[in-house]
């Protein structure tokens, strides 16, 4: 008999494509694309990199790199319906391969990447091979390489909501315990990066709707770090936050 978390996981196919209908991943205009769906920790990196996207569901990621010029590309996710999607979108030339995340980064060479993704994984993975599949991850690093990590933030005030929206999420982190489990893969602190997720701003003449727009959300995203910190400050917390979006994104480098 399957365990409730592997039929949750056999099912997640229609789970993802609920949370995610509303979000146009890939615009057509390259500019648009380099802004909004190419991560910002890529800007400089060399279109020769050797990338894996681990959890890479549908593909959207790297078919954004795809398009901006990057094919050395690799990706792996525990859904076999994803993949096949992710392959729809990315054709022939990327590795997608179907594998649960410990037993294929246990078999790649060290060293084998310039770049992993882990975006929106490590809190589906029990908390006792948290530590163990970030210290593979490292070793999979080539020296200078880069780690790039998503999670939901539970120093959001929407913490329960981040935390529970799927049933396949059992670990939780705040920026002070992602950084204790990095430091315990063997990343350095000091190369530990939080990134700013400030809703970049612009102006286009073709839609500057869209800019005034991008503005509002601009004003939306300091009223909410303003709030939160009102909130803390009431609460006597120390430690307090600094990151007070929906996810944590932070870079690590090797």
């Known amino acids: 008999m399957k365990s409730t978390e592997q039929t949750a996981f056999d099912n997640y196919e229609r789970h993802y494509e609920v949370m995610n209908r509303e979000i146009d991943r890939l615009p057509k205009d390259i500019e648009r694309l380099r802004r909004d769906r190419v991560p910002r920790c890529m800007a400089g990196v060399p279109a020769s990199s050797r990338v894996l996207d681990v959890g890479?569901?549908?593909?959207?990621?790297?078919?954004a790199l795809q398009r901006v010029g990057y094919s050395?590309?690799?990706?792996?996710?525990?859904?076999?319906?994803?993949?096949?999607?992710?392959?729809?979108?990315?054709?022939?030339?990327?590795?997608?391969?179907?594998?649960?995340?410990?037993?294929?980064?246990?078999?790649?060479?060290?060293?084998?990447?310039?770049?992993?993704?882990?975006?929106?994984v490590l809190e589906h993975l029990p908390r006792e091979i948290t530590v163990e599949i970030l210290s593979m991850i490292f070793r999979d690093l080539a020296p200078g390489g880069m780690l790039s990590l998503r999670v939901p933030n539970m120093g959001s005030l929407l913490?329960?909501?981040t935390a529970h929206i799927d049933f396949t999420h059992i670990t939780q982190f705040t920026e002070y315990a992602l950084t204790q489990v990095l430091e315990s893969a063997g990343f350095d602190v000091a190369k530990i990066v939080f990134e700013n997720q400030a809703p970049a701003l612009f102006w286009s003449w073709k839609a500057p709707h869209r800019s005034v727009l991008r503005c509002l959300n601009r004003l939306r995203w300091h009223t909410n770090n303003a709030f939160h910190r009102f909130v803390y400050r009431l609460s006597d917390l120390s430690p307090m936050p600094t990151i007070f979006d929906f996810n944590i994104v932070v870079t690590a480098k090797k």
Do not use: K
Request: hydrophobic share 45%.
């Open 56 to 63: 890479c569901a549908q593909g959207f990621l790297l078919a």
């Open 72 to 120: 050395r590309l690799t990706e792996v996710d525990i859904s076999s319906p994803l993949i096949q999607q992710a392959q729809s979108l990315l054709g022939p030339s990327v590795n997608l391969y179907v594998s649960d995340l410990h037993p294929f980064l246990e078999q790649q060479a060290e060293a084998s990447y310039d770049i992993i993704f882990i975006h929106d």
């Open 159 to 161: 913490a329960g909501y």
